[in-house]
């Protein structure tokens, strides 16, 4: 049992570059989202999904665009790379219903640096 | 605006038991998540409360007061691997979650 898989697990892009990070969970979870996380602060929720087609906007969206056209999986697209996008970014599932419905479980993080 | 206070650190020596608290200013609060980070790690769930009251899993246990926007995380018996990030993450019902900036822990030998 995989869990939730993020690729690359690192990556440096140019300012302007565009690229995606992708985000696969094997748990049949509805809920999935997107985090980052900066030096010595709390994880920001960037993007999350309820479940197939349905995406909404978290705390900071900006720069950043979803999709979600399987249970499986939840890419995450940077339009154009800017510094302050420098991060670590989580992906995480979460059942949405039952006992476990408000247990995230996180993927290992894309550190990304860009130049 | 919505935000979650923690102290920045805590330092405890092993052995001993430890408090993390957490206070929040949210709207539309359902319950209060506790998570673990080490260093270069992922963040993994501890507990959870959706109801005032302490709720215990093993060495960890976690306090909620919905009338006084708080809560508190308890590590007992405290071990060098628990020297980690802790964050409390608050939600709404609708799977918008925010979390607090976290507490470093220290565990001294």
């Known amino acids: 049992n995989a869990g939730v898989t993020q690729t690359p697990k690192f990556q440096v892009l140019k300012t302007g570059q565009s690229m995606t990070l992708q985000c696969a969970q094997d748990m049949n979870h509805e809920y999935m989202s997107w985090y980052r996380q900066d030096p010595g602060m709390g994880l920001r929720l960037i993007h999350y999904s309820v479940g197939a087609g349905i995406t909404d906007q978290g705390e900071v969206p900006n720069g950043y665009n979803v999709s979600r056209s399987t249970t499986e999986d939840f890419p995450l697209r940077l339009l154009s790379a800017a510094p302050s996008q420098t991060s670590v970014y989580f992906c995480?599932?979460?059942?949405?219903?039952?006992?476990?419905?408000?247990?995230?479980?996180f993927g290992a993080g894309t550190r990304l640096s860009v130049l | 605006g919505q935000s979650l206070e923690q102290p920045s650190e805590v330092t405890a020596v092993e052995g001993a038991i430890v408090q993390i608290n957490c206070t929040y200013q949210t709207s539309g609060f359902y319950g209060l998540s506790w998570y673990q980070q080490h260093d270069g790690g992922a963040p993994t769930f501890l507990s959870y409360n959706a109801l005032d009251g302490l709720e215990e899993t093993g060495r960890f246990s976690s306090f909620l007061s919905r009338s006084d926007s708080y809560g508190y995380l308890l590590l007992q018996e405290l071990q060098m691997k628990d020297s980690a990030s802790y964050f409390c993450?608050?939600?709404?019902?609708?799977?918008?979650?925010?979390f607090g900036t976290g507490t470093r822990l220290k565990v001294l030998a």
């Open positions: 993450a608050s939600d709404s019902g609708t799977y918008k979650y925010i």
């Open positions: 995480a599932s979460s059942p949405g219903e039952g006992l476990a419905k408000n247990i995230q479980y």
